[in-house]
C-alpha cells in the first residue's frame, strides 16, 4: 500500500525507523517530507513540525499534489479523564477546535456560540471534524475511539476541564485538527492516534514511556497493514 505517515519529528521515531533499517530519502520540492519502503509498503513519512499551522500546512502542500491508500498520523496528547493511563493509544475519531474563541465573563465561548462558523458547516458534523472511515477496521480495532481536542495552550491544567465539559472530549492534541480538516476536504482516508504522556486529571506524566509506546504501535501497525 501506499501510506502517508504523518509525525510532528522524525526523532519521535528513531526505533521504529532503527527496526526496519529505514533508509528516507528527502524530497527535492518539499524537504518536510521523506520516502521510503517498509516492508511491501511505500511510505511518505511526513514530519508536520509543531502547532496547526505547520502541520495544516505541509499536510495541504502533499496532499494537493498526491493521494494515498491510508494517511495515518500518530502523535502524543494528554488525557482528560481519570480512567486514561498514560501510555495509552486513542483512535480520534472527532477532533474539535478547543480553544478558538474567547472568554466572557466565566463562560467560554467557542466560533459556534459567536456565530463565525456553524456546527454543520463542511467538513464539520454536529461541530466536528469526524472521521467516518472503517477501512482497515481490524487493525484499528484495538485502539479506544475517542472525542479529541486541538488546542494552542496544551497542557493547560487551569483551564483543561471547561474543555472536557463543553466539548466531551477525552484527550487533547496540539494540532490533530490541521490533520484532520485538510484530509476531510482533500477525500483522504486517515486515522489520527494519540499517545497519552499526561493525564491532566491525575497529573501522572511519562514521556519516555509514551516515546516507547509510540514507537512499538507504528511496529506492529505496519506489519498488520
Excluded at 32 to 48: A, G, P, Q, R
Excluded at 115 to 128: A, C, F, I, Q
Excluded at 183 to 191: M, N, P, V
Aim: hydrophobic letters at 40%.
Amino acid at each position: 500500500m501506499k501510506l502517508l505517515l504523518v509525525v510532528s519529528s522524525l526523532n519521535n521515531i528513531k526505533k521504529f525507523s532503527e527496526h526496519f533499517a529505514i533508509s528516507l530519502i528527502q524530497n527535492q520540492s518539499l524537504p518536510f517530507l521523506h520516502s521510503t519502503k517498509i516492508l511491501y509498503h511505500e511510505v511518505d513519512v511526513l514530519e508536520s513540525g509543531v502547532g496547526v499551522h505547520q502541520t495544516t500546512y505541509k499536510i495541504t502542500k502533499v496532499l494537493s499534489q498526491q493521494k494515498y491508500h491510508l494517511a495515518l498520523k500518530i502523535a502524543f496528547g494528554n488525557a482528560y479523564k481519570e480512567e486514561t493511563q498514560v501510555g495509552a493509544v486513542l483512535n480520534i475519531i472527532n477532533e474539535k477546535p478547543g480553544d478558538f474563541g474567547t472568554m466572557a465573563g466565566s463562560e467560554w465561548k467557542d466560533f459556534y456560540d459567536l456565530g463565525l462558523t456553524k456546527p454543520e458547516d463542511l467538513p464539520y458534523v454536529r461541530g466536528g471534524l469526524v472521521n467516518m472511515n472503517n477501512a482497515y477496521m481490524n487493525v484499528f480495532m484495538p485502539f479506544k475511539k475517542v472525542v479529541g481536542v486541538t488546542v494552542n495552550h496544551y497542557a493547560d491544567t487551569a483551564t483543561y476541564k471547561i474543555r472536557k465539559e463543553k466539548y466531551k472530549a477525552d484527550c487533547e492534541t496540539g494540532d490533530g485538527a490541521g490533520f484532520v480538516y485538510t484530509c476531510l476536504f482533500e477525500k483522504q482516508s486517515f486515522y489520527q492516534l494519540c499517545v497519552i504522556e499526561k493525564n491532566l486529571a491525575t497529573g501522572v506524566q511519562n514521556f519516555e514511556l509514551a516515546g516507547e509506546v509510540m514507537n512499538n504501535t507504528l511496529t506492529e501497525l505496519i506489519q498488520k497493514l
